[in-house]
């Protein structure tokens, strides 16, 4: 286990830097194009949502459905106990800098879902395969072709450790905690609710996240705004600790503004999964085969994904819960928060972590198999389910434990082979992304920022 | 960070004093440089003589103004060896080029390494491993100013191939040597026996290199934006050259990244692109800079020999001329040796290749950096550092200065041997 620690430290204090890093560069690259695409992409997003059936094209989800699918990916227990985490790791000012790399990892999931649409295909029997995976293997030169396989093979990996263990171990305790089931028990019982679910293939699985997703997204951003509205005195030096605790760290953070930054980047790659690109699997797969709208539409997760970890970090800043330092498990932090704003209200955020976390299972199983269907094929796809489902039973007492650093650092292979083929295409993206944007002017006329987009945007240097 | 401010604290001068001083010098410099091209070497030997025979004393300059040259230079000479490499003229053996940088580099350095440490060993005057390995990774990297000065004598007798390969070699060795020299120092600094620790340098290396060439990539946007949508004539490129170079620097060490690799990365990316604003091409913004680069690189010079301790030199003469030898006659060969499998061109062009590596500035800056970091070094007692440091100045001034001598003043010599 120490290896693994020792491992996990060495690729993380890499990697940390260099997702930034990377999506600065694209933000720069694309003109900050995400920013002004955000009206579009939720113009897109709310005619896709009131007409599901338009525009036809290939794709099992029209992208409406495939965004809260990713969302119901997105949102997970990132969003409550990572953020708890984050915060008593790099003090209130995590906050500020959450926002600043979750809106320059928007260019990011952009990208990668942009590129995804570019080079998805379309298999045997008409479904959709998208993802970096095949942005690898189609896009990149022959030479690199074994990434996409060590890409889709660690997702699949990652998606055990990081979406399926984690998420049951953090389901499980909660229920032992308030309902006294034992795990093994929540295990069983989570385990069979997913199987009815991913026994219907991507269409269910789909059915399901419209159900759900908006309904826990917006109960619980609501909920919290209440709280935190509620306690309206507290919120505002809340809200200074965060600005001020950006640049100026507290003692906590022993090693000044770099533990702040790197937990916050953390937060962001597993919260909003950004660099991961398992948004781009399941977005970048549905109708219609259009770049620039799916991009659009999946870089909104981001904010979605970011407001709810605001929400839960002011309260956990504003109740003083955080300043306990990392000795207390995360849970705890935020269940002090919780009954700080409201006596006896812990039950929302735990709610709010079953609701979470079975999406995130539900999500995460579409993307995993995804992977495995470009590794193996048809074949093995129920004996992966089967396997999915098992694993939710077996790692149910388990959670949280070293399991959790050899996600992260299987996560790790994840995101270096995306973020190596996002540069190595970014000359093609940003070419793309010059002549895309003044044409999307034209075609849909209210889009006032995509005409301001400069002609002779500059471009990536082809070495 | 010009030699004036100082110079006021050693020699008590008034300002003009100062400035007609400077002045002299640097006329001095382009005598220097024109007699060593009568001579037929390279014009930057003369001015490193020139240096070594004003010895004007010592704390003329304070150390950290040093440091702070040295790093300035360092970076602009790495800035300016990424806009060097161009890509388009090597086209067809970018691959060899690039082996021949980063392979050769650590081939020649471990064997010059083993051969300084046996040298000083048979001389009966035994230096740590560490530091022998040190010096010869200084000594890796190739001057692409001089070797071109040399070789435009006998441009017409030099195949273009074997040109354009030599200046992009010279260009990418520069990085290379210096990744090299960090590992080493980094792997040294900590005694390297400790596992956690050792995966500490490593991960400071591999970060360094990582975000250096990102930070690079990212600063090579901002340059191509004001390059695009600021710049109204030719004449204000120079100071988009030399903010560039200085910001990649500052921003890629602030960041956690190395600051070379971050210029040169820059320069590289800078140079093979294409520019919407019609005013500019990668050639112009070569140009532009290639004044600055020769102030820059003459104040090196100059001021590497005004720093060198004449002293020093007759100790290291005999292992200087020892090692030279080494570097020349084995060494760099079997450096290029080693790649020749891979190589596009006959032996006589790899025998070409072979002489052609001269060094230049970037050793003696970098021989400044080991000199530095001496004490750090683990199994160095501090009695011994006075007589170590005159010993790596010494040692690398004696084999810059033969190597270029000797390889200059025969180049044309081989060129004509090969020919036939």
């Known amino acids: 286990m120490e290896l693994v620690a020792a491992l996990h430290a060495f690729v993380w204090g890499l990697l940390a830097d260099w997702v930034c890093f990377v999506a600065v560069f694209l933000c720069l690259g694309l003109n900050f194009g995400p920013w002004r695409l955000i009206p579009y992409g939720l113009r897109q997003l709310w005619r896709s949502l009131r007409h599901p059936g338009t525009p036809a094209g290939d794709g099992e989800l029209d992208s409406g459905t495939a965004f809260l699918v990713t969302l119901g990916g997105t949102v997970g227990i990132g969003n409550i106990s990572g953020v708890a985490l984050a915060v008593s790791i790099g003090g209130p000012g995590v906050l500020a800098w959450l926002w600043a790399v979750s809106l320059v990892s928007m260019a990011l999931k952009f990208a990668e879902t942009a590129l995804a649409v570019r080079f998805r295909s379309t298999l045997a029997d008409g479904s959709v395969l998208a993802g970096p995976m095949l942005t690898i293997r189609r896009g990149l030169h022959r030479r690199w072709r074994a990434l996409a396989g060590v890409f889709a093979a660690m997702t699949v990996l990652s998606a055990f450790g990081s979406s399926n263990g984690l998420q049951i171990g953090q389901l499980a305790a909660v229920m032992a905690q308030d309902l006294g089931s034992p795990p093994l028990l929540t295990g069983l019982v989570a385990a069979l609710a997913t199987a009815a679910v991913i026994s219907g293939g991507l269409r269910r699985v789909g059915w399901v996240a419209t159900l759900l997703v908006p309904l826990m997204v917006l109960g619980y951003g609501l909920t919290m705004t209440a709280l935190l509205l509620a306690h309206g005195p507290d919120l505002r030096p809340a809200l200074e600790q965060v600005l001020a605790g950006a640049l100026a760290p507290r003692a906590i953070a022993a090693g000044g503004v770099a533990v702040t930054i790197s937990a916050a980047v953390r937060l962001a790659v597993f919260s909003n999964e950004a660099g991961t690109g398992s948004a781009a699997i399941v977005q970048a797969a549905a109708r219609p085969a259009d770049p620039l709208r799916q991009g659009s539409i999946a870089m909104l997760g981001n904010l979605v994904d970011t407001a709810l970890c605001s929400a839960t970090g002011l309260l956990l800043i504003a109740s003083g819960a955080s300043g306990a330092g990392t000795a207390i498990a995360p849970l705890a932090l935020v269940d002090a928060a919780m009954d700080w704003a409201r006596p006896g209200s812990q039950w929302i955020s735990h709610l709010a972590i079953v609701l979470f976390s079975f999406t995130t299972i539900l999500s995460a199983a579409v993307v995993a198999e995804r992977c495995l269907l470009f590794l193996a094929g048809a074949r093995w796809r129920l004996a992966f389910r089967c396997c999915w489902c098992a694993a939710l039973v077996l790692l149910a007492p388990f959670g949280g434990s070293g399991l959790w650093l050899t996600a992260e650092l299987l996560e790790a292979l994840v995101v270096l082979p995306n973020l190596l083929s996002l540069l190595l295409l970014s000359p093609l993206l940003f070419q793309w992304f010059a002549d895309a944007v003044p044409r999307m002017g034209r075609t849909s006329a209210a889009t006032a920022p995509a005409r301001s987009a400069p002609h002779s945007s500059p471009r990536h240097p082809s070495p | ?420």
């Not at chain 2, 100059?302 to 060198?308: A, T």
């Open chain 2, 1 to 420: 960070m010009t030699p004036s401010e100082p110079l006021a604290s050693g020699v008590q001068l008034p300002l003009a004093g100062v400035l007609a001083v400077i002045a002299v010098i640097y006329l001095a410099t382009l005598v220097a440089s024109r007699l060593a091209l009568q001579l037929r070497v390279p014009a930057i030997l003369g001015i490193l003589v020139l240096g070594v025979a004003l010895q004007p004393g010592t704390g003329l300059l304070s150390v950290t103004a040093v440091d702070a040259l040295n790093t300035v230079t360092l970076s602009m000479l790495l800035f300016v060896a990424g806009l060097n490499s161009d890509t388009q003229h090597i086209r067809g053996f970018l691959g060899y080029g690039v082996l021949l940088a980063v392979g050769g580099v650590a081939v020649s350095s471990l064997v010059l390494g083993g051969l300084i440490w046996a040298v000083f060993q048979g001389l009966g005057n035994p230096i740590p491993h560490t530091l022998a390995l040190l010096v010869a990774a200084c000594l890796g990297s190739t001057d692409a100013g001089a070797t071109l000065s040399v070789l435009r004598g006998v441009q017409e007798r030099i195949p273009v191939r074997v040109r354009s390969l030599v200046e992009f070699e010279s260009s990418v060795n520069d990085p290379a040597a210096i990744l090299f020299l960090f590992l080493i120092l980094g792997l040294s600094g900590q005694g390297g026996s400790e596992g956690a620790a050792l995966l500490d340098q490593l991960q400071g290396f591999i970060k360094s290199v990582g975000s250096g060439i990102l930070v690079g990539l990212i600063l090579t946007y901002l340059a191509q934006f004001v390059l695009n949508q600021l710049i109204t004539s030719k004449d204000q490129i120079l100071v988009v050259g030399i903010a560039i170079a200085l910001a990649s620097y500052g921003f890629a060490s602030l960041l956690g990244g190395s600051g070379f690799i971050a210029a040169y990365v820059t320069g590289l990316f800078l140079a093979n692109n294409i520019y919407d604003n019609k005013l500019i091409t990668p050639e112009l913004l070569e140009h532009s800079l290639e004044p600055f680069n020769t102030t820059m690189q003459i104040t090196v010079f100059l001021l590497f020999g005004v720093l060198i301790d004449a002293r020093s030199i007759p100790g290291a003469v005999l292992p200087g001329v020892l090692v030279a030898l080494a570097l020349m006659l084995v060494a760099r060969p079997l450096s290029v040796l080693a790649c020749q499998p891979w190589s596009p061109f006959d032996w006589r062009g790899g025998a070409l290749i072979a002489w052609c590596g001269l060094r230049g500035a970037v050793p003696i800056a970098l021989g400044y950096s080991v000199t530095q970091a001496l004490p750090s070094l683990p199994g160095i007692a501090p009695t011994d550092l006075p007589r170590l440091e005159d010993l790596v100045e010494g040692l690398i001034f004696v084999v810059v200065f033969l190597n270029l001598s000797l390889q200059g003043l025969s180049l044309p010599w081989l060129c004509q041997r090969l020919e036939r």
